[in-house]
């Protein structure tokens, strides 16, 4: 079975401040792919980035930043310099196949409030 | 433009009356699931479809039913709702299915069931 744990269920920082999303996978598949997405006030679910279990490189893309380590099974996110508008519930996820396969399963979410 | 499109965007319904959420996407894709969002739970897999006349059930599928008569097309039938059912539905298209893939969400559907 596969499981995704988001221990953050909210945070707030201030304009500026950097902000580190923790996301902590389980599966037992050995190929699967990492997910992050925002889900901003208006509902909709923003694709952010997708990450293979064969790839461990860092991915910066401006101030987003996500960190895969296999060895901690986690896949943490980084807002460097957050904004306001970087205000949304931020979900982890995951696609193993498998039994599962073409599911996504997602964490609980992460609340980011930013304040100006 | 790729699309998936839901509809209605909000219903407000009383318990035990049937409704239908609609669900189309224009990528051709094979791969099409429901999946609902309740605070706390993240989102959870109602019902998934391999292809025309396949489905199968996900992580929550009681109260709902599917169909896929069209590749293009995979209703959310709730045929008698209830408050527990009241929550944001996603509709998502992928390819295949197969993990590499992107999955591709609809704008979601706000449920509320009195």
């Known amino acids: 079975a596969q499981k995704v744990t988001q221990a953050q269920t909210e945070i707030s920082v201030v304009e500026k401040e950097d902000v580190t999303l923790d996301c902590v996978y389980e599966?037992?598949?050995?190929?699967?792919?990492l997910f992050w997405y925002k889900q901003p006030p208006s509902g909709e679910l923003v694709f952010l980035i997708r990450?293979?279990?064969?790839?461990?490189q860092n991915e910066i893309s401006g101030r987003y930043s996500w960190n895969f380590q296999k060895s901690t099974s986690s896949f943490n996110f980084t807002i460097t310099a957050s904004q306001v508008v970087d205000s949304a519930v931020y979900f982890c996820?995951?696609?193993?196949?498998?039994?599962?396969?073409?599911?996504?399963?997602f964490g609980q979410g992460t609340i980011l409030t930013v304040h100006p | 433009e790729a699309q998936v499109t839901q509809n209605p965007r909000y219903l407000i319904t009383v318990t035990g009356k049937k409704l239908t959420v609609t669900c189309s996407q224009n990528m051709n894709h094979e791969y099409m699931s429901w999946y609902r969002q309740d605070p706390g739970l993240g989102l959870r897999q109602i019902y998934y479809s391999m292809n025309v006349e396949v489905t199968d059930k996900g992580d929550v599928p009681e109260g709902y039913k599917v169909s896929r008569k069209e590749k293009r097309n995979f209703p959310l039938i709730l045929e008698s709702p209830s408050p527990n059912q009241t929550s944001l539905y996603f509709c998502a298209s992928s390819l295949d299915g197969g993990s590499r893939n992107e999955q591709f969400f609809g704008p979601g559907t706000r449920l509320t069931v009195l």
């Open positions: 996820a995951l696609n193993a196949g498998g039994t599962s396969y073409g599911k996504l399963t």
């Open positions: 599966t037992r598949d050995t190929t699967y792919y």
């Open positions: 990450r293979n279990s064969f790839d461990e």
